[in-house]
């Protein structure tokens, strides 16, 4: 029973995490750790077509804070699942997820 309060306590701290604003400054740090090694200059060495441009990211169904944490949280072979992995946490990846949309606003 205690497991299951805390379980719930946890998920409603979690929930008021991702309510609060994604931090894309945090995120650009999140970014040159994990993920400049295939995404340098928000390209993508191992699937060209899947870069992190606007154009990329739209005309694959990537271009929402949704789709982006999913995407990071749970992988897309040969892209790491960093979340499930325990790589990055909940929080930090909302963050590199506002990083990279806002990037490819700027077209990076
Ligand atoms: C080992 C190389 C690798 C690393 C490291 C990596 N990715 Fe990827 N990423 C990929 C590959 C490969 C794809 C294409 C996946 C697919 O087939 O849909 C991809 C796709 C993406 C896409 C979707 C692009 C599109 O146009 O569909 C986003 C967004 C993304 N990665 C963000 C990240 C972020 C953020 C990180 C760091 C937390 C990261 N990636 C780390 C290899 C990598």
């Known amino acids: ?21 994604a931090d894309a400054e945090k995120g650009k740090e999140v970014f ?8 340098s200059g928000g390209k993508n060495v191992m ?4 870069s992190l441009s606007k154009e990329d990211l739209a005309a694959n169904k990537r271009n929402s804070a949704a789709a982006i944490i999913d995407l990071v949280t749970n992988g897309a072979t ?8 325990g790589a990055i946490n ?3 990846i909302e963050n590199v997820a506002a990083y990279v949309l806002k990037k490819a606003d700027a077209g990076w």
């Open 1 to 21: 029973m205690k497991t299951i309060i805390s379980v719930v306590a946890l998920t409603l701290i979690g929930f008021a995490g991702s309510a609060m604003a």
């Open 32 to 39: 040159n750790t994990n993920c400049t090694g295939c995404h």
């Open 47 to 50: 699937a060209a077509g899947k």
């Open 78 to 85: 040969p892209m790491p699942a960093f979340g499930k992995m």
């Open 90 to 92: 909940a929080a930090d």
